[in-house]
């Protein structure tokens, strides 16, 4: 199979501003994103994925900070509970509510993509949109029902 050559025909001639010369001197064109693609919900739950293994890793470091406070002792725990009981804490604590929501749902998204499933466009939206905007009532629910339960209270 060959390829035309980046140099050849209307890629020299072209005057429109679609070609680049690249940096070795070859005229390439323009990546189709910048005239025809625009924004799509699959692209906003890969880039909330991926914001989300960020967020998991600060709720990491927060609970080897609360496994410390185990390993320090019963007055270094009270002062970190009484920081996760303050409207902070449960701040925090709602929000780490949604990472989790929504890691297990885009994890969920993407194991079922890897067995094949779900790569038509219509679920792969259908997907992506659960991903992207389930997480925030799953968490409200969670946290209703943990107020609701007496578990937490102000």
Known sequence: MTHPSPNSGDARDDHTGRFVTQPNGHRTPLSPHMSIW???????????????????????????GWLAALAFGPEVYACVSQCAASPLGLFVGFGLTVVLFSFILNGARHLTNDTGRGLTLKSAVLLSNIAVWAPVPLAVLFWVLLFTTGRVSL
């Open 38 to 64: 625009r924004w799509h919900v699959t692209m906003t739950a890969s880039i909330l994925f991926r914001a989300t293994i960020i967020a998991a890793t600060v709720g990491a470091v927060i609970l080897i």
